[in-house]
C-alpha cells in the first residue's frame, strides 16, 4: 500500500514540505490495491486528492463510471471533514478485486466545534452525504478512542 503525503502545515527545516512519505504497512493481499493520503487541512488541497485518487483507480483499471462515483464520494467525504471537523485528515481508498468493490475511509481528528459557519446559501451545500448514500452500497461511521472518527463508504467496482 503506497503512501502519498498532500503537505499539510509548514514543517521543521529537516523536513521538506513536499516530502512524501512511504507507507510501512504491510502489502496489500492478493488481488487488492490501497493508497493512503495525508490531506491538507484546506479546501484547495482537494482538487489534488480527487486528481490522485483517480489516477490511482484509473492504475487499478476501475471502469471509468465506477471511479467517477468513487471520485465524487471521496469529494464529498473528505470536504465534509475539511469543512466540519478538526485536523488530522487522512484519506485510503482500497480496491478488492475479488469483490469488485472501493472502500473508501476517510479519519479526521473528530467533531470541530462550530460558531458561526461561514457557509454558502442552502442551496449550495448539505447535500454531500446524501450522494453518498446515493452512490454507495454501504456508508458509515466509526468513531475511535480519542475522538477521531472514520467515515466510510463501500462503492461497486464496476
Known amino acids: 500500500m503506497a503512501t ?3 503537505p499539510t502545515a509548514p514543517r521543521p ?7 512524501a512519505v512511504p507507507a510501512r504497512a504491510a502489502a496489500p493481499a492478493p488481488g487488492r ?3 493512503h493520503w495525508a490531506v491538507e487541512h484546506r479546501p484547495d488541497a482537494l482538487g489534488p486528492l480527487r486528481r490522485s485518487a483517480r489516477a490511482s483507480l484509473d492504475s487499478w483499471g476501475v471502469e471509468p463510471a465506477a471511479a467517477d ?11 465534509n471533514a475539511v469543512r466540519h471537523a478538526l485536523p488530522p485528515v487522512a484519506l485510503r481508498l482500497r480496491h478488492d478485486r475479488a469483490d469488485r468493490r472501493l472502500w473508501v475511509e476517510v479519519t479526521d481528528g473528530g467533531p470541530a466545534r462550530t460558531t458561526a459557519p461561514d457557509l454558502p446559501p442552502p442551496d449550495e451545500h448539505g447535500r454531500g452525504l446524501f450522494l453518498v448514500a446515493a452512490l454507495a452500497l454501504a456508508h ?6 480519542g475522538g477521531t472518527v472514520v ?8
Do not use: D, K, M, Q
Open 4 to 6: 502519498t503525503e498532500i
Open 13 to 19: 527545516a529537516a523536513v521538506p514540505a513536499r516530502a
Open 33 to 35: 490495491e490501497g493508497e
Open 69 to 79: 462515483a468513487a471520485v465524487l464520494v471521496v469529494s464529498e467525504l473528505v470536504t
Open 140 to 145: 458509515g461511521a466509526r468513531p475511535h478512542h
Open 151 to 158: 467515515r466510510w463508504a463501500c462503492v461497486a467496482a464496476g
